[in-house]
């Protein structure tokens, strides 16, 4: 027999815009579930998506910097982590 998993409801309130703009979605909770994961899948690992780092991640971040940059790719503009280990 499969295992089933657990759901629960969760509410939240909208504006008008964003009720008007959810209108004629069909199947509404699935996607505002794929929306939540999806920008789950952008957030920051660190911070959760707050912008800011704890006493505690900073000191690991300080840490992690000495052999990391940030960088701008040439070709997308996008902004990514190098190690810069094996480039000295």
């Known amino acids: 027999m499969p295992k089933q998993t ?6 939240f309130k909208v ?7 959810l209108e004629g979605i069909n199947n509404r ?3 505002i579930r794929a929306a939540i994961m999806s920008a789950l899948d ?5 911070c ?5 780092l704890t006493p505690h991640q900073q000191k690991h971040w300080n840490e992690f910097r000495k052999s990391h ?3 701008k ?3 997308c503009q ?3 982590l190098s190690c810069k280990k094996g480039k000295e």
């Not at 657990?6 to 509410?11: A, D």
């Not at 959760?48 to 800011?52: E, N």
Request: hydrophobic share 35%; with cysteine.
């Open 29 to 31: 909770s699935a996607f």
């Open 48 to 52: 959760k998506g707050t912008g800011i």
């Open 78 to 80: 996008a902004y990514f």
């Open 73 to 75: 790719c040439a070709e």
């Open 6 to 11: 657990r759901t629960e409801v969760i509410t």
């Open 15 to 21: 504006d008008d815009s964003l009720k008007d703009a």
């Open 42 to 46: 952008s957030t920051c690992p660190l």
């Open 69 to 71: 940059s940030i960088e």
